[in-house]
């Protein structure tokens, strides 16, 4: 299985734009690539979000927009499991920059949430990413959407090491 595990950053309480991507490739049980970018919202930023991420509109000046960057992200985006560390908020976001963009991909998407994962695996526990990553002794600099996939990504790594069927935990996510 190929599991594309990604983060976004959002510039403001809508959370219907990006203004960072982080993107991790498990392949054959190992991290095998990575993508981030800065995305230019276009729209305005909200002070908590900009204090919680550091991303402000200077940081996105010059970044592509959600169309020029899905246009370079789709073939990876279209290339295995989507994954993400409270999924249901990082695929509304990508579920909501296709649609505002008039951008048709596809009508539904398999996922796996490492929140609902961890859940069913380590019950009884917090499962933040800043908790989960705690507990694996695994690096975060969190909010910070290559970090974040990153951490995703060895979280779900740990799951299958320890011989879950992390493709039990697999859903889909109506897109239209």
């Known amino acids: 299985m190929r599991y594309i595990v990604f983060d976004v950053e959002t510039p403001n309480r809508y ?22 970018t800065y995305v230019d919202p276009e729209a305005r930023f909200d002070r908590f979000n900009t204090e919680l991420t550091g991303i402000s509109a200077e940081t996105v000046q010059g ?16 290339s295995g499991i989507l994954v993400a560390h409270n999924a249901v908020f990082d695929m509304g976001v990508l579920k909501k920059c296709l649609h505002d963009y008039h951008i048709t991909w596809k009508p539904a998407a398999k996922y796996l949430c490492t929140v609902q994962a961890g859940r069913r695996l380590l019950p009884g ?52």
Not at 15 to 36: K, L, Y
Not at 63 to 78: D, G, K, Q, S, V
């Open 15 to 36: 959370n219907n734009r990006m203004s960072a991507i982080g993107i991790t490739v498990i392949a054959d049980g190992r991290i095998t690539d990575s993508f981030f």
């Open 125 to 176: 526990m917090r499962h933040n990413l800043d908790v989960m990553c705690d507990y694996f002794g695994i690096a975060l600099d969190h909010h910070q959407a290559d970090s974040d996939s990153r951490a995703c990504a060895e979280i779900l790594l740990r799951y299958m090491q320890s011989g879950a069927d992390v493709n039990a935990f697999i859903r889909t996510y109506r897109l239209t």
């Open 63 to 78: 970044a592509p927009n959600f169309a020029a960057l899905w246009a370079e992200i789709e073939p990876l985006m279209n």
